[in-house]
């Protein structure tokens, strides 16, 4: 059972910035971001950049937009500041360096000189007698004098902290209750690389006591590294925060979410055109439920709703097509006037120009029930912007009959004469002809919207002509049944 919620809770987000921010990075700052507004606490934006090897070059910057676009605000972080900053871990050595020399003098870490040749022989070694990975503690043991000795010579090294050899540690999880593991499935962590940066286990206790974080919502796979972290606050004699380990996003075949089976950046679906609030929506479910049926909420009412009790152990399936059901009914809810900035930049992409607001606003309402992204809305309906100018012969054969061509001329002569043209008069037009020559509509309806379209399947036919309005819609007759005439 989850504990009371004082004031004073502080959570933070703590991404990587070795690339794009993954979907389950989004989950995570999300959970922290609704826990903390949930409870009248404070969200940090912490940047872990320790690993140099790694970092890809702005995606800082990317990480800091994406988040932005999803609507998670962040209180303290690198572009807010803050009273415990740096914010940035590359900003922060000299106090991992302090804590790391803290932890050898009281005999909780130790220099390890051995060289990567010795290290790779050992993997080679264990694994060919097929035993467990793991650091065999050659330098754990060695004096004090020996190490100062190495030291003085300039000899590379690490610092490991020192774990327990026998028994084992239970510590508790919001989400799993009890996790006790044996300490002898863990080796002798490394704590300050030979770069001199510090890995994650000692940066990230070290920061979350000194930024004060009470609650540490992160992913699963933190979960084996947790005993390390708990070690570590005992060693240093500071307050362990509340811990709470996300259950992993699983592919719809139960395996863990990669980018080998599909999108995974959140990057990706904003190119493809998903609603932020839509995608907020889909990913809170991912883990975590509201105690009913419901399925769609604002962000206001997640963070009203949610609760740490109610995010599940096991893993959550990442089903596109319930995102792109969410998707769409957020776009079928939104207005004209909401939907149109969002696909202006689309239409330019594609040199779509010309085109009135009002005209694009049109567009929108009579096509939005369609679109599942918002990339949809230009390429579902091109026909708006370009008369079509080929037809598939295969569409022309399943449309037309014999006397099409004589039925369609005849069509285009009444709406020639047609007085105003809207949908409700084009379409009485249509279907009082069909019932002059005693034939069924969809004779003249399927060929009209091939005509008109230059495709088979679309939006209401009779509203897209008065969109198009009557001259382009005649145009567009004439035109095709010289075209058809080549076919039938």
């Known amino acids: 059972m989850q504990k009371k919620i004082e004031n004073g809770v502080r959570v933070r987000f703590a991404p990587s910035p070795t690339g794009y921010l993954h979907v389950g990075g989004l989950r995570t700052a999300l959970y922290n971001y609704l826990f903390a507004k949930k409870n009248s606490g404070t969200l940090v934006l912490r940047i872990e950049d320790t690993d140099q090897s790694r970092e890809v070059a702005g995606a800082t910057d990317v990480i800091i937009n994406d988040l932005h676009w999803a609507g998670i605000t962040c209180d303290e972080g690198p572009t807010i500041g803050g009273e415990y900053g740096p914010y940035l871990q590359s900003q922060r050595l000299d106090i991992y360096h302090k804590y790391a020399q803290q932890l050898i003098d009281e005999g909780h870490a130790y220099y390890c000189f051995c060289t990567t040749e010795r290290l790779e022989s050992l993997r080679s070694a264990q694994q060919a007698a097929h035993v467990p990975p793991g650091y065999d503690r050659h330098c754990r043991e060695l004096s004090k004098q020996d190490a100062q000795d190495l ?36 080796d002798d962590q490394v704590l300050i690389k030979s770069d001199g940066f510090p890995t994650y286990h000692l940066a990230v206790v070290v920061d979350d006591h000194l930024i004060g974080i009470t609650h540490v919502i992160r992913g699963e796979e ?28 699983l592919n719809p075949d139960r395996s863990k979410l ?34 009913d049926t419901r399925e769609i909420f604002t962000l206001k009412e997640l963070v009203h709703e949610f609760s740490l009790e109610r995010v599940g152990k096991s893993g959550a399936v990442f089903d596109i097509q319930k995102l792109n059901w969410l998707n769409q009914q957020y776009l079928v809810k939104m207005s004209a006037e909401e939907i149109l900035p969002l696909i202006q930049p689309l239409l330019a992409q594609k040199n779509i120009t010309g ?44 449309s037309c009959k014999t006397d099409t061509l004589e039925l369609m001329s005849a069509l285009e002569q009444k709406y020639a004469a047609l007085e105003p ?68």
């Open 151 to 186: 030291l003085a010579k300039k000899t590379p090294y690490v610092i490991r902290m020192k774990l327990p050899l026998t028994g084992q540690i239970t510590f508790n999880d919001l989400i799993r209750g009890e996790v006790t593991i044996a300490w002898k499935a863990l």
């Open 222 to 249: 933190w979960l084996p590294s947790t005993p390390k972290h708990v070690l570590l606050y005992q060693y240093f004699g500071w307050q362990l925060p509340e811990f709470a380990h996300l259950p992993l996003l």
């Open 258 to 291: 990669s980018k080998r089976q599909g999108d995974v950046s959140v990057g990706d679906y904003r190119i493809k055109g998903y609603l932020p609030a839509a995608v907020i929506n889909f990913i809170a479910l991912l883990g975590w439920n509201p105690g």
């Open 355 to 398: 085109f009135s607001d009002e005209y694009l606003k049109q567009i929108i309402d009579l096509t939005k029930d369609r679109a599942v992204t918002l990339p949809d809305f230009v390429d579902l309906n091109l026909f708006f912007f370009t008369a079509p100018t080929t037809f598939d012969p295969v569409d022309i054969k399943k």
């Open 421 to 488: 043209f809207d949908a409700g008069t084009a379409e009485h037009t249509l279907r009082a002809y069909a019932q002059e020559l005693g034939i069924g509509a969809g004779k003249l309806l399927q060929p009209l919207r091939l005509a008109i379209t230059g495709i088979t399947q679309g939006p209401a036919l009779f509203h897209t002509m008065e969109i198009l309005g009557k001259e382009e819609s005649l145009r567009r007759i004439n035109f095709a049944c010289e075209n058809f005439e080549k076919i039938i």
